[in-house]
């Protein structure tokens, strides 16, 4: 009969956690749900980045489709507004096969750098991209 004492003493000294375990394990649930939280935020950051870099290369592939269908030595140095953003191209001589043509467009939202004041510091909140285009003559000695 003793024996049987002595296992159930020791059995009701072991069950169950100890608060110290339970505050332990709480507080790892807790970092790795903040973690969590902190990864989404940066996924959904990432890809709102994303549909507006997609929406900035559609605009800029509108501006460079036009000007290569005008064609060879058809176009003009110019600039516009598609969707509220900045396009610039600069067409170089004809003279010369092939033509130069750079398309120079603003993205805004990029690099924005804070100061030790904490302050967005406004000349790093727009990026100026150039795509180079070369056309050449449809016939080439015309």
Partial sequence: MRGVKTGRRRLARQRGFSLIEVMIGLLMMTCALLGLAAAAAVGLGQTSRSRQDSQYWSDAQRIADSLIMRGFNASTSSSTSVNGRPIKWIVGSGAS?????????????????????NVVDSRYTSVQDTIVLYLSKPVPGT
């Fill in 97 to 117: 096969a092939p033509q130069l043509i750079q398309v120079v467009v603003w993205r805004t939202g990029y690099q924005k750098k804070r100061s030790q004041t």
